[in-house]
């Protein structure tokens, strides 16, 4: 029978005798208790570990949030001109149903057309669109909701939420052929983004590779796999030192290895479509009908300037350090996962004086970091998630997962949790992020049992701008499956959600991974109308 050890994160030289079984090809390979058994050919370059501790039916399920309409493997005489070209697309405003303007409360569609380089109809789906409907004048937009008709058609769909002249806008992220390459890559080379380690035993350092995936026997590897969470992670073995040497972890490269012509489908980055309608019309609600129904997508939309939720959820604008000194008096604020979440961090330290940063000497990319208000006794913390992470060197005794840090906090009515964890995963299986998040939504049912007062805030991912290297390990198509994952393991929760994704898309700033301020500055808002919302608002729940 496997015995658990009581340490987490053991070198392999340990886990050998107890934790470690071996394939028939030689890989390493789950025990039946923490690891699944999946055997693969001699020629095969990269084992698939599914989920640790995911029901089948629950990992079915969540792998068909993320379905996507079938887009058929490229043909070896593929030339990208023969995908979506978004200068021959097009697409066109639908009449009015019922006829007559277009009034507040009502639902816009949109018929979009897609064609070749050609100028041929393209005749299947796949395409990724995103779509927006917004007022410049007004600082007002809204994303749509984009649906496949599966011939080469679609449909974007938007609410209908302010008076006054509004466009619509639709851009072609990537065209079905694009996408066929980015499931490809995550099948067949998801150790395309590798990371490296430093071993060190006095004056003596090596350096080797480190990875979810290694394709090499268990003699060959340290095993650093989190033994409370079953999170994997490996090393190759240091010629001359132990494994317990290990220092540091860090980004180490990546690997690029498509065609010219697969090359070309990610060269042309964002492409808006041509508009074949005029700006349109918004008049106010017909008489009768003056309250706009409840929408539930999409999550809000921007006046002004400023986010609404369609929930009704009331969002306060805290334009001054008093206002937010007095919302976190007396509370503890922890923010966990990747660099969107510390940019939170960097905007409180940035935006409000009376938060002072602590400086504890440790990496400014992992953290952990650490604020404090003395007089009205705030307290703001941030830490990295644990690996995959793409960083400069992190010391690994600060590279902790979220789920561990998770059941070290006390939790109550002062305390609030904040978890970002979505912008390191697009390279890997969808497995791997699965795993990761079945894991915090775990510990956060745990903090909530212990301390059901406790308020825990989910940001979900963004889209933003890439190049193309950037596109094949972090493209939006990845970071809108990741967003379908998250919001479904953590429904049901007592938790909050920042729809980062709306917020950015319908924004009329450029998209950023790491968005700009005024984009971050209504995230914030949201963030603590959660924590100080006033007592006729009922937000508690999964928003």
Same mark, same amino acid.
């Given at each position: 029978m496997?015995?658990r050890l009581?340490?987490r994160g053991v070198a392999a030289s340990v886990?050998?005798? %107890?934790? /470690?079984?071996?394939?028939?090809?030689?890989?390493l390979?789950?025990?039946?208790?923490?690891?699944?058994?999946i055997?693969?050919?001699?020629n095969?370059?990269i084992?698939?570990?599914?989920a640790?501790?995911?029901?089948?039916d629950?990992?079915?399920?969540l792998k068909n949030v993320?379905?996507w309409?079938?887009?058929p493997?490229l043909?070896?005489n593929?030339s990208w001109?023969?995908?979506?070209?978004?200068?021959?697309?097009?697409f066109?405003?639908?009449?009015k149903r019922a006829?007559?303007?277009w009034h507040?409360?009502?639902?816009?569609g949109v018929l979009?057309?897609?064609?070749n380089?050609?100028?041929?109809p393209k005749?299947?789906?796949?395409?990724?669109l995103?779509?927006?409907?917004?007022?410049?004048s007004?600082?007002a !937009?809204?994303?749509?909701?984009?649906?496949?008709h599966?011939?080469?058609?679609y449909?974007?769909?938007?609410?209908l939420?302010?008076?006054?002249n509004v466009?619509?806008q639709?851009?072609l992220?990537h065209?079905?052929e694009?996408?066929t390459?980015?499931?490809?890559?995550n099948r067949?080379q998801p150790?395309?983004?590798?990371?490296?380690?430093?071993?060190?035993?006095?004056s003596?350092?090596?350096?080797?590779?480190c @990875?979810?995936?290694?394709n090499a026997?268990q003699q060959?590897v340290?095993?650093y796999?989190?033994?409370?969470?079953?999170?994997q992670?490996?090393?190759?073995k240091?010629?001359k030192?132990?494994c317990d040497a290990r220092v540091?972890?860090?980004?180490g490269?990546?690997?690029?290895?498509?065609?010219?012509?697969?090359?070309?489908?990610?060269q042309?980055?964002?492409y808006f479509?041509?508009r074949?309608t005029?700006?349109?019309v918004i008049?106010?609600?017909?008489?009768?009908?003056?309250?706009?129904?409840v929408?539930t997508?999409?999550? !809000?939309?921007y006046y002004?300037?400023?986010w609404r939720?369609?929930d009704?959820t009331k969002?306060?604008q805290f @334009?001054?350090s008093?206002?937010?000194s007095?919302c976190?008096?007396?509370k503890g604020?922890?923010?966990f996962?990747d660099s969107?979440?510390?940019q939170?961090?960097?905007?409180?330290?940035?935006s409000?004086?009376?938060?002072k940063?602590?400086?504890l000497?440790s990496?400014?990319q992992?953290?952990p970091?650490l604020?404090?208000?003395y007089p009205?006794?705030i307290?703001?913390t941030?830490?990295?998630?644990g690996?995959p992470?793409r960083s400069?060197?992190?010391? /690994?005794?600060q590279? %902790?997962?979220v789920?561990n840090?998770l059941?070290?906090i006390?939790?109550g009515p002062?305390?609030?949790?904040v978890?970002?964890?979505?912008a390191h995963?697009?390279?890997f299986p969808?497995d791997v992020y699965i795993?990761?998040?079945? @894991?915090?939504?775990?510990?956060v049912v745990?903090l909530?049992? %212990?301390a059901?007062?406790?308020?825990?805030?989910?940001r979900t !991912?963004?889209p933003?701008t890439?190049?193309?290297?950037?596109?094949l390990?972090?493209s939006?198509?990845y970071?809108?499956q990741?967003d379908?994952l998250?919001?479904a393991?953590?429904?049901g929760?007592d938790?909050?959600?920042?729809?980062a994704w709306?917020?950015v898309?319908a924004?009329?700033?450029?998209h950023n991974l790491?968005?700009?301020?005024?984009i971050?500055?209504?995230?914030?808002?949201?963030?603590?109308?959660y924590?100080?919302p006033?007592?006729t608002?009922?937000?508690r729940?999964n928003?």
């Amino acid at each position: 029978m496997f015995q658990r050890l009581p340490q987490r994160g053991v070198a392999a030289s340990v886990l050998q005798q %107890r934790a /470690v079984v071996t394939c028939a090809s030689g890989l390493l390979c789950r025990s039946k208790e923490l690891w699944e058994i999946i055997p693969i050919s001699q020629n095969k370059q990269i084992p698939v570990f599914m989920a640790a501790s995911v029901k089948p039916d629950q990992l079915d399920f969540l792998k068909n949030v993320t379905a996507w309409p079938s887009t058929p493997p490229l043909p070896l005489n593929f030339s990208w001109k023969d995908s979506s070209d978004p200068r021959h697309s097009t697409f066109t405003v639908l009449p009015k149903r019922a006829g007559g303007q277009w009034h507040v409360g009502d639902e816009l569609g949109v018929l979009i057309k897609m064609y070749n380089f050609h100028g041929k109809p393209k005749k299947s789906g796949g395409d990724f669109l995103l779509a927006r409907l917004h007022s410049p004048s007004l600082l007002a !937009g809204v994303a749509g909701k984009v649906v496949d008709h599966l011939n080469g058609s679609y449909s974007a769909l938007f609410p209908l939420l302010w008076e006054g002249n509004v466009q619509v806008q639709v851009v072609l992220v990537h065209s079905s052929e694009a996408v066929t390459v980015l499931q490809q890559l995550n099948r067949m080379q998801p150790h395309r983004i590798y990371f490296q380690s430093l071993f060190r035993s006095g004056s003596l350092t090596e350096t080797t590779t480190c @990875n979810v995936y290694i394709n090499a026997s268990q003699q060959q590897v340290c095993n650093y796999t989190d033994l409370h969470t079953g999170e994997q992670w490996f090393c190759y073995k240091p010629k001359k030192l132990s494994c317990d040497a290990r220092v540091t972890h860090a980004m180490g490269g990546f690997k690029k290895n498509i065609t010219h012509q697969e090359e070309m489908l990610f060269q042309r980055f964002i492409y808006f479509l041509k508009r074949s309608t005029k700006a349109l019309v918004i008049t106010s609600p017909c008489l009768g009908h003056e309250t706009p129904p409840v929408w539930t997508e999409p999550s !809000g939309y921007y006046y002004h300037g400023a986010w609404r939720p369609l929930d009704g959820t009331k969002v306060h604008q805290f @334009n001054s350090s008093s206002a937010v000194s007095q919302c976190l008096r007396g509370k503890g604020l922890y923010l966990f996962g990747d660099s969107t979440i510390r940019q939170w961090f960097e905007y409180f330290l940035a935006s409000f004086p009376g938060l002072k940063n602590f400086d504890l000497h440790s990496s400014k990319q992992g953290g952990p970091l650490l604020a404090l208000d003395y007089p009205n006794n705030i307290l703001v913390t941030y830490r990295c998630h644990g690996p995959p992470i793409r960083s400069y060197p992190i010391p /690994v005794t600060q590279l %902790r997962y979220v789920a561990n840090e998770l059941d070290h906090i006390e939790g109550g009515p002062n305390t609030v949790v904040v978890i970002g964890v979505w912008a390191h995963f697009g390279s890997f299986p969808v497995d791997v992020y699965i795993r990761r998040m079945q @894991n915090i939504r775990k510990a956060v049912v745990r903090l909530l049992s %212990r301390a059901p007062r406790t308020m825990v805030v989910i940001r979900t !991912g963004n889209p933003k701008t890439l190049y193309v290297d950037g596109i094949l390990s972090n493209s939006d198509w990845y970071s809108i499956q990741r967003d379908k994952l998250l919001r479904a393991v953590f429904k049901g929760l007592d938790v909050h959600l920042v729809h980062a994704w709306d917020m950015v898309l319908a924004h009329q700033l450029p998209h950023n991974l790491h968005p700009q301020p005024p984009i971050i500055k209504n995230m914030i808002d949201v963030l603590l109308s959660y924590i100080c919302p006033p007592p006729t608002d009922q937000t508690r729940g999964n928003h």
